[in-house]
């Protein structure tokens, strides 16, 4: 069995009820690659809107989720009330709140601990500045931030890492297919050493950053990336033609 696709669409702080609405009935309507696992992720105000209206087979995810049970925590969203709201996904560690909100390594993998214990599925991000890429230190940021969750966690079954270099993410600038695959290969050897060759061989590894209908085409034809992590093209129609880039 081969490493099943891949596509998640985060909506970010982006959209409305009636654009979720349409989005969803787009996706609903559309003729999807059945082999390609589909999971979008809506603002927390509209997760239960999406959820409602999305079809069966297709899965919601929040953007974020808290490392601690219900309790007082102004402003957080615990593991068990997506659960119960039928929320079987999170995206964690993504660069916005690594940088704008200054979530750091431990807490990123507190959270997916408590995720993956939970019993949600963890998109995990991961990616480095420019500046990082520019002086050489790509794979030591990527595997330094995916280490603090290998220290906590050790079942990846649940895990999809998605690759997304912070220089890429809403530029315009996209890795190029050599750039993306060496870190994805990287990854995977890293994975091989420091978690298991069974964690190595199963674990998907998306991509993400400025992905597009007009580049996910030959990015999808690379043999360690397994699928992708949709930004802003997730809020378009071409979303579909991402969907089913492997297929077409």
């Known amino acids: 069995m081969g490493r099943q ?4 669409g985060n909506f970010k702080m982006n959209g409305n009820i009636k654009t979720i609405r349409d989005i969803v009935h787009n996706i609903n309507q559309a003729k999807l690659d059945p082999n390609v696992e589909v999971v979008i992720a809506p603002p927390s105000l509209y997760l239960l809107l999406t959820r409602e209206h999305l079809r069966k087979g297709l899965e919601v995810a ?8 219900n309790g007082a925590f102004t402003g957080e969203i615990s593991v068990d009330q997506l659960k119960e709201s039928g929320i079987t996904w999170t995206i964690l560690g993504h660069s916005e709140r690594r940088v704008i909100l200054q979530e ?4 990123v993998a507190s959270k997916t601990k408590a995720a993956i214990d939970g019993g ?6 991961c990616g480095e500045s420019l500046e990082q890429r520019e002086a050489g230190k790509t794979i030591e940021v990527v595997t330094t931030q995916l280490k603090a969750v290998a220290e906590k966690v050790k079942d990846w079954s649940k895990i999809v890492v998605a690759y997304e270099p912070i220089w890429a993410i809403g530029t315009g600038k996209v890795a190029t297919t050599e750039q993306a695959q060496e870190v994805h290969a990287a990854i995977r050897e890293w994975m091989k050493k420091e ?12 991509y993400g950053g400025s992905v597009t209908e007009k580049n996910c085409g030959e990015l999808a034809k690379q043999a360690d990336i397994d699928g992708f992590l949709v930004g802003g093209a997730s809020l378009k129609p071409a979303f579909v033609d991402i969907i089913n880039a492997k297929s077409a």
Do not use: M, Y
């Open 104 to 107: 750091d390594d431990q807490f």
């Open 195 to 206: 978690v298991s060759s069974e964690a190595a061989e199963n674990t998907r590894i998306l």
């Open 120 to 125: 949600l599925g963890v998109i995990l991000c």
């Open 5 to 8: 696709f891949f596509v998640g």
């Open 62 to 69: 929040a953007q974020n989720v808290f490392d601690k049970p």
